[in-house]
């Protein structure tokens, strides 16, 4: 980021009302509430993730191997 940049940083944020601090902060808290959520669940099952790309894999190959 560019010292320009982030120079006018504080100056947006001046210029949103309350309410769209709120929503910019209420989104914030969903997304980083979604990456808890994944990490646990990676955690929890390291493999898993790795299983389902690989049923989607075997799944496309097999609908090319139908088409072709």
Known sequence: ???N???KLPKQE???SREELLERE???LRL???YLKKLK???EKPNASLEKHKQRWHSNSKK???CG
């Open 1 to 3: 980021m560019s010292k």
């Open 5 to 7: 940049q982030k120079a």
């Open 14 to 16: 001046k210029a949103l």
């Open 26 to 28: 209420n989104e914030l």
């Open 32 to 34: 980083e509430n979604a």
């Open 41 to 43: 669940a990676f955690q």
């Open 64 to 66: 090319s191997n139908l």
